[in-house]
Each structure stands twice: as structure tokens, then as C-alpha cells.
């Protein structure tokens, strides 16, 4: 089955500068990768994501890169704020069977 | 659209009971999964519940069991509770969208305590 794996577990930044999380996939066949953003006590929230015939996708201040060769993706956050300090799980797809990385906690240092 | 919806949100048993989670789909996924997330061990997966036919099941012992209602609506059993079941339990609803991928959203969850 699918492995994914997230780096770092925990990640903490100075307000106002980036942050990247990094993840690999082994299957090939996974075509959709999301990441969720999970707030103490909530619950994970999809904030990007990006499919496999996509190189890059931007929303305003978060991006994500695939690169399908290596089978890694990555999330970089720009202008980081306070209120970017969360968990970030990312999960690699196919069909509907989702395989979620461990997760990295992001503080953000005022 | 309400977003998905989760009964109980917390919930306390003793060991060797049993419980029954609920939850309801954002209107029109015809698609369930269900998760358990604890802190050492991230987002499990449990099983995936579709048209209500179970689509994938993920590595967890057959005391974890599920079903999925004709309105879409699901719920998950666990029997003979243990301390290790305690966790977080989520529920995501998942919409095919173009390409094939299925997006998913995640319910609140439900806190179960086994004590």
C-alpha cells in the first residue's frame, strides 16, 4: 500500500518568514495530494491541494509543489503569521483511499 | 451546504463496552470514511463506506465495524472497548470532482475516553 512521510515534525518560524513541509509517496498511482490544516481542538481543515497532472498551485500566501518523478510534494507558506501555527498533515490519493502523513507542528513566533 | 456533522463529540466507556458513533455527510457525498487519530500515531484509516457498501478497510481488528444508511449517513461500532481506543474519531465526507479525485472534508469528530 501507500507510505507517506512528512518533514519535519515540528517547525517553528519567526513571524514574516516562510515555512516548508516536505512529504514522499510510494505509490505511484496516487493522483491527488491535499493538505489539511488542523487547529487545536478542531478539526482538519483542507487549505490546498493539487493533482498530478499539476506542477504547482498557488492560493495567496501558501503554494504547493509535485514533483511526480521523485514522488515529493511540498507545502511553503509565505509571510508566515500567528495565526499560521497549527498542525499540517499531507495525504497522498487514489480513488478515495486517502494515506495521511504524521503531521507537522508549525509554530509561529510573534 | 452544513458542513458534516458528528454524534456524540465526547464520550466516556469503560473497558469491554461498546459504543456506536454517528455521523452525517455534507449533502449530496455519497462517501464516508472514517478515521482515528490519536497523538503517537497521526490519522489511521478505518474504513470507506460508499452507496452503503464498504469500499476499503483499513488495518484495524474486527471489533471496529461500520455501516452506511441509504441517506448516506454512517455510523462506526467499536465492541469490547480497550484503554488503546482511545483517540479522536473522525469522519470525512468525501465529492468526486473533475479528474477523479475525490476531495474530503472532515466532521469535528468525536473525543472517545475509555477509562
Known amino acids: 500500500g501507500e507510505n507517506v512521510e512528512q518533514h519535519p515534525s515540528t517547525l517553528s518560524v519567526q513571524e514574516g518568514d516562510s515555512a516548508v513541509i516536505k512529504c514522499t509517496y510510494s505509490d505511484s498511482a496516487s493522483n491527488y495530494f491535499p493538505w489539511y490544516k488542523q487547529e487545536l481542538g478542531k478539526r482538519p481543515q483542507l487549505i490546498i491541494d493539487?493533482?498530478?497532472?499539476?506542477g504547482e498551485k498557488k492560493d495567496q500566501r501558501i503554494a504547493v509543489t509535485l514533483n511526480k518523478t521523485a514522488k515529493h510534494f511540498s507545502l511553503h507558506i509565505t509571510e508566515t503569521q500567528p495565526e499560521d501555527s497549527a498542525v499540517y498533515f499531507c495525504?497522498?490519493?487514489?480513488?478515495?483511499?486517502?494515506?495521511f502523513g504524521t503531521g507537522t507542528s508549525l509554530t509561529v513566533i510573534p | 451546504k452544513a458542513g458534516v456533522t458528528q454524534t456524540p463529540r465526547y464520550l466516556i466507556k469503560t473497558r469491554g463496552q461498546q459504543v456506536t458513533l454517528s455521523c452525517s455527510p455534507i449533502s449530496g457525498h455519497r462517501s464516508v470514511s472514517w478515521y482515528q487519530q490519536t497523538p503517537g500515531q497521526g490519522l489511521q484509516f478505518l474504513f470507506e463506506?460508499?452507496?452503503?457498501?464498504?469500499?476499503n478497510k483499513g488495518n484495524f481488528p474486527g471489533r471496529f465495524s461500520g455501516r452506511q444508511f441509504s441517506n448516506s449517513r454512517s455510523e462506526m461500532n467499536v465492541s469490547t472497548l480497550e484503554l488503546g481506543d482511545s483517540a479522536l474519531y473522525l469522519c470525512a465526507s468525501s465529492l468526486v470532482v473533475a479528474g477523479g479525485a475525490y476531495e474530503q472534508y472532515f466532521g469535528p469528530g468525536t473525543r472517545l475516553t475509555v477509562t
Open positions: 495525504a497522498a490519493s487514489s480513488g478515495n483511499q486517502f494515506y
Open positions: 463506506y460508499f452507496s452503503e457498501t464498504q469500499r
Open positions: 493539487i493533482r498530478s497532472n499539476v
